[in-house]
């Protein structure tokens, strides 16, 4: 396993001041979309709204981590997404131009998710009461806006087409967040109907849906084994703030991708069918993160050991996505025979470096005490 003090070398000596630096955009605003190996911004032309959120959290979470320099980058990302994404009453843009103009206003669940975990992290870390504002009014707007007629809420509007697992689930580790961090009902209330929806819904007791019909019927598709870690990890956390046991659907999520969504070499596939057969042999970062997290989540749930995970999963990060980049930057995706697919880091993924690392360190007093 990489030892922690690499892991708090990468988080406090290498991400948090490199994205600090390179990742603000001192020009348009914000923070940039992503960055070329060199470590300079890419021609990217837009920047998403979950991205802006994400490098909120990273920042305000390193903050209260210890990192001061924190404080004023999650405020620069909270103004920013105040002054250039919101559209009013709880509504928020997905996309903005390099200079901060609004380019697609679609309103999307996945971004107001995102919204709302960004401020809850800030309020966490503030006590703004603005942004706790932010996070109810958003919250309140996809519960009155974004409903769908049989449960669940549409991944955008207008209200059509298929509805999608993956914001729901973002949703859920957002409204758990605000509720830990401001105790009101709300959040909670609509972690515990979203996590109902996962299991009548999403989970078949094996495989994790990505899309549905209006009516529930799950769309033919492939499934993604990062995806059933993260939820595993999301129900921990529920049980975690609840006590309402769910440690059955956590371990039967990671269980499949476990089983049926890692490689030899202990990547996690992007993409397998129900039937476990591999579909996309590819490697993104994000779903080894996801498969950290998922190891600890069952750790804390039912004690089952989670180094082998915390090991190989770690290592290869370091070793195969760190590799020889600039210390803070990352490899993104690889193929099937380890070739790197990707040459931009996104800024969206320090989100899941940081919080799995984050985790790590959390629990390490008590994986130190595994004989």
Partial sequence: MVPFSDLRAWMFDAALPFWGENGVDGIGGGFYEELGPNGLPTAC???RVRMICRQTYVFAHGALLGWKQGVA???LGRQYLVEHARLGDGAWARTLTRNGAVKDATVDLYDLSFVIFAMAWHYRLTGDAAARGHAVETLNFIRTRMRAPNGGFWPRLPAEGVLAQNPHMHLTEA???????TGDEVF???AREVVELFSKRFFNGRTLGERFEPNWARVPGGVEP???FEWAWILASYQRLTGEDVSGLAARSAEFAERHGVDASRAVY???SEEGGVLKGSSRVWTNTERIKAALGLFELDGRDPRPALASSSQLIFTRYFGDNIPGLWTDQFDASG???STATPASCVYHLFLAF???LRLEPQIAKLP
Avoid: N, Q, R, W
Wanted: proline share 4%; charged share 25%.
């Fill in 358 to 360: 984050a985790e790590m």
């Fill in 45 to 47: 032309a837009f920047k």
């Fill in 339 to 341: 070739k790197p697919l």
């Fill in 188 to 190: 909670l209330d609509t």
């Fill in 73 to 75: 980058l999650s405020e």
């Fill in 226 to 228: 990062g995806h059933h």
């Fill in 175 to 181: 409204c758990l967040v605000a509720f830990e961090a």
């Fill in 270 to 272: 992007d993409a397998v």
